[in-house]
Every structure is written in structure tokens, then in C-alpha cells.
């Protein structure tokens, strides 16, 4: 499937030369040995093809799929892998879209699309409209119309919730992604993963007031009877409706086990 797509997408985007050199690029990137899970271009390449009708503009959508984890490391350059990502998608933007008055892609899509990169850090859509890029790539801040401000949100929104689809998948495919992370952070002592693990879930599921996006994107949150109120963590109501509530409890669940495991029992 990737082939096909990204060829498509090269052709779409007014590509001329070195398709196959990126394409290797990519394949090599994410099927590096110390990659368990973060492999899933196919599993996202799906999604596009059961939401195509869903995007205002589909290619921006999946450059950011292409890129969003093509630099991946649970060592050297971890936390920093989504900035080098980025980074690495404007590099591509550079040399493959080149003049842009004439390509498909404008100086505003190739933001977007960095800018969907940055948000797989936190999950989060940035609230400002003004995309800065870094000084080598464009001195000018782009400003996002309201057209333009509309699609980011849109589609920034789906990107990052098929980003996330795994917490909503089934106990069964769920059990096999830890199983995955583990194996990548596999350099850990189990304490210190299981310390680390349990800290990353609570983070997805705490209440942060700043998260709530106007607009588009309705609030993130919700009143539990049972106590505080937790982060919503599917923007769309699309993956909402159908990702949320067994993505609670899968969390719950792992999270109860990685407490147990690092709470000494009497």
C-alpha cells in the first residue's frame, strides 16, 4: 500500500525527480531494527482510505502520515523525535516542492503539515494561526486564513486521532502494542520503564484546562461522577464516538497493572 500511495502523492504534489530515493528513505526509516510499533504507516494508510470523504485536503494529511515518525528513537533523540521529524519533512518540502508557485503544495501546506508533525508531541492542536518555520526553511511566519485556519483543525484533528487509534483498539490488539512499546524501550529496567509507562498514562488522562480548542473541535473534556474530570483524548466526534470510552479503559487497565508492579506488596 505505501508504494502505490506515496507515488500517488508525489505525482499530486507536482514531484519530478528522486521519488524512489524518497520512498527508500521512508521504507528504511520506519523498518529500522529497534522499531516494534512504530512501523504503522499501513495501519494509517487504512484510515485514509476509510476517511478520505472526511479531509478537506487529503495530501496534507498524508505527508504528515509519511513523516510524522520517520525519525524515531527511544535513546539518543528521544523526547525530541517529532522537532526532527519536522524537520526532516521540510527538507523533503525543499528539495521536492521547490518553486511553489508552480507545485501543488503552497509555502501554508508545507506549514501545516510541519506543524501536524509538532502536534503528535502532545496530542494537541496549537491555538495560534502564525506557523513559524525554522530561520533555514522561511523567514516569514505564515498566516493562516480562515479557510486555511478551518482545514488545519479539521484534518490536523483526524491526523492525531488515527495517531492515537491504538488506546481505542481491542484489549487483544491493545495487549500487543505494550508489548511493542516494551520492546522498544527495551534498554529500561522494568522498574524504570513501569515508572515511566505509568507517568506517560496519567498524562493522557489528566484534566489541562489549555487543551480546550474553540472553534471546530469540541472540548476535550468530560464530568466523571467518580471523581476529576479527565482529558478527552480523541478530538474528532468521529473517533470519539467510536475510540473513546475503549481507550479509558485499556489505559485503566494497564495502568492499574503498572502501579501494581512498582507498589511493594505487603
Not at 496534507?60 to 522537532?83: C, K, M, Q
Amino acid at each position: 500500500m505505501f508504494q502505490e500511495r506515496f507515488r500517488l502523492f508525489w505525482t499530486q504534489i507536482g514531484g519530478v525527480d528522486g521519488q524512489e530515493i524518497w520512498a527508500n528513505q521512508i521504507r528504511t526509516a520506519y523498518s529500522e531494527p529497534h522499531r516494534h510499533y512504530h512501523t504503522n504507516l499501513e495501519e494509517l494508510l487504512a484510515f485514509t482510505d476509510q476517511l478520505s470523504a472526511c479531509f478537506v485536503d487529503q495530501l496534507r494529511v498524508l505527508g504528515a502520515i509519511f513523516f510524522h515518525d520517520i525519525i524515531y528513537s527511544t535513546r539518543d533523540a528521544y523526547p525530541d523525535n517529532e522537532r526532527m521529524s519536522a524537520l526532516r519533512w521540510l527538507e523533503f518540502a525543499k528539495q521536492v516542492v521547490g518553486d511553489r508557485a508552480q507545485q501543488r503544495f503552497s509555502a501554508a501546506d508545507v506549514a501545516m503539515v510541519y506543524q501536524m508533525i509538532l502536534d503528535t508531541k502532545t496530542h494537541k492542536l496549537t491555538t495560534s494561526r502564525t506557523l513559524s518555520l525554522p530561520p533555514s526553511f522561511g523567514q516569514t511566519p505564515v498566516v493562516l486564513t480562515d479557510p486555511q485556519w478551518a482545514a488545519y483543525q479539521a484534518d490536523g484533528a483526524l491526523f492525531l486521532d488515527m495517531d492515537m487509534a491504538i488506546l481505542g483498539s481491542s484489549p487483544e490488539r491493545y495487549a500487543a502494542y505494550v508489548g511493542q512499546i516494551e520492546a522498544e524501550f527495551g534498554h529500561m529496567t522494568r522498574e524504570a520503564f513501569n515508572r515511566g509507562r505509568a507517568e506517560a498514562l496519567r498524562q493522557w488522562r489528566q484534566y489541562d484546562e489549555g487543551s480546550a480548542t474553540p472553534g471546530l473541535i469540541p472540548p476535550f473534556f468530560q464530568e466523571s461522577p467518580q471523581g476529576p474530570r479527565e482529558r478527552r483524548l480523541f478530538l474528532s466526534d468521529r473517533f470519539f464516538a467510536t475510540h473513546e470510552a475503549p481507550a479509558h479503559r485499556n489505559i485503566a487497565r494497564e495502568l492499574e497493572t503498572r502501579d501494581r508492579a512498582v507498589t511493594p506488596q505487603p
